[in-house]
């Protein structure tokens, strides 16, 4: 039975903010899974796989400065908004967390055979420049919660260390292609959880919550054209 406008208020009352979210994402992410899948599953997944490490080094490079936008649009709202402030709390702990993980790809993608000054000077697909810029207007112009949706999915499906190590094994690649990976599949869980609880502590309105649904979707979506068209498949 569909939900009514009242019905799904005090679900998410009832379910807590960061469990309401996610129940929403796992609604929607089927078509993000299934390119994950093929993505990973690919007999030449040796070749592909450092092409992904671009592409995702593509948005990783700009997690922190956009977490910095997001952090002080939320200080500059924060007097006047409590939702804000709290935001503004969760991110200061949060940054020094990220702050070097770009680091960590690209001497992922250097370990793999590629010139580092290649990586840099190479321009970034429009896919990963989608991905994560329009977050930046998310957060500069509806509200900086908003970036609390995008991480619901960009730090909320990491490969588990087995499958990395399967990973390798099935490709022959070397492990220090993988570190980065591999330091997430420990990192982003305890991450996840941290923001769920900060999310739970906000006092949100219904506005803020479709604004990380929002957010979320757009992640996903762009997240799936990503991987779709590592592997040639049309969305």
């Known amino acids: ?26 609604l ?32 990783v490079r700009a997690t922190v400065p956009a977490m910095e936008a997001a952090r002080q649009r939320a200080v500059d709202l924060a007097p006047s908004d409590p939702v804000a402030a709290g935001v503004a709390e969760y ?14 790809m690209l001497d992922d993608i250097v370990a793999l055979g590629a010139s580092r000054d290649a990586v840099l000077r190479r321009v970034p697909s429009g896919a990963a420049a989608t991905l994560v810029g329009t977050v930046y207007y998310w957060v500069l112009h509806a509200h900086p ?3 609390m949706g995008y991480s619901a999915i960009a730090e ?20 220090d292609g993988f570190r980065c990976y591999l330091k997430h599949a420990r990192l982003d869980p305890h991450h996840a959880r941290e923001m769920d ?4 502590a ?11 649904g929002v957010v979320a979707f757009h992640t996903m979506h762009h997240l799936t054209a990503l991987f779709e068209g590592l592997t040639g498949t049309k969305i």
């Open 28 to 59: 929607a992410r089927g078509n993000m899974l299934d390119a994950l899948d093929r993505f990973w599953s690919q007999p030449d997944l040796d070749v592909r796989y450092p092409e992904l490490l671009f592409h995702i080094y593509s948005v």
């Open 197 to 200: 609880e900060a999310i739970d």
């Open 145 to 147: 919660v908003a970036w």
């Open 91 to 104: 991110l200061a702990h949060h940054i020094p967390e990220e702050i070097g993980h770009d680091d960590w």
């Open 202 to 212: 906000l006092p949100l309105t219904e506005e803020h919550t479709t604004l990380m």
């Open 156 to 175: 909320g499906h990491p490969p588990s260390e087995r499958f990395l190590l399967e990973v390798i094994d099935r490709t022959g690649l070397p492990r």
């Open 1 to 26: 039975m569909p939900l009514t406008a009242s019905s799904e208020k005090e679900e998410r009352t009832s379910l807590g903010h960061s469990l309401a979210l996610r129940r929403k994402i796992g």
